[in-house]
Nanobody, 122 residues
Framework: QPQLVESGGGLVQPGGSLRLSCAASGFTLDLYAIGWFHQGPGKEREGVSCISSSRANTYYIDSVKGRFTISRDSAKNTVYLQMNSLKPEDTGIYYC???????????????WGQGTQVIVSS
């Protein structure tokens, strides 16, 4: 059964870094646009970054531009989110999903996994 599994979250101090992984099984990730979504405590889930299927385009919301980088590793069938200069407001659960990059919303063919928790705190 096709699925995406997120990993790499943890506790980090402000200014620190984490790399999140989104590993696919049951399908070839390269064929799809993939996005990362963030749900802060008591907040709605929102798209923060997306990478197109061709890898030609990457998308970021303003609050993470210059700090987060999305990338793919075709050999590992995995999409990564490198998060640098982390801030307390980056705290929350991060999910990956098939995504419409232009609208930064989950694709009609996408579904939510368990996510991976990130806590930015001193």
């Amino acid at each position: 059964q096709p699925q995406l599994v997120e990993s790499g979250g943890g506790l980090v101090q402000p200014g620190g870094s984490l790399r999140l992984s989104c590993a696919a099984s049951g399908f070839t990730l390269d064929l799809y646009a993939i996005g990362w979504f963030h749900q802060g405590p008591g907040k709605e889930r929102e798209g923060v970054s997306c990478i197109s299927s061709s890898r030609a385009n990457t998308y970021y919301i303003d609050s993470v531009k210059g700090r987060f980088t999305i990338s793919r590793d075709s050999a590992k069938n995995t999409v990564y989110l490198q998060m640098n200069s982390l801030k307390p407001e980056d705290t929350g659960i991060y999910y990956c999903a098939l995504t419409n990059c232009e609208t930064m919303t989950i694709s009609a063919f996408g579904s939510w996994g368990q996510g991976t928790q990130v806590i930015v705190s001193s």
